[in-house]
């Protein structure tokens, strides 16, 4: 629970089928804190590690694809700079 950082969006599962989606809050020795919306509220709620089955991240980056996207827009856009240079050096 250390390495996930306060305010990151977690999807939590717990022992009692229960799931409960929201932000990282704050960490103790033996639970950590939930905010979430319930009933148009939002609730901050304390989670025993000792209640919890997993944890996970909603929001971890990029996508692969777009990582992949981004790449070759920035190589794509590198070629054109040199290509313009090359073009100004000759004239």
């Known amino acids: 629970m250390v390495l996930i950082p306060a305010g990151a969006v977690i999807e939590v599962k ?3 089928k229960r799931k409960v ?3 990282m809050g704050e960490v103790s020795a033996d639970s950590f804190r939930v905010q ?3 009933g148009g509220k939002v609730i ?14 909603r929001n971890p980056g990029m996508s692969s694809a777009s990582k992949i996207a981004l790449g070759v827009a920035a190589g794509a856009g590198a070629t054109i700079l040199i290509l313009v240079g090359i073009a100004l050096a000759l004239s």
Do not use: C, M, N, W
């Open 36 to 38: 979430h919306a319930q």
């Open 14 to 16: 717990l022992k009692d």
């Open 44 to 57: 901050d709620e304390a989670i025993a590690f000792a209640d919890v089955k997993s944890v996970r991240t």
């Open 21 to 23: 989606l929201g932000r």
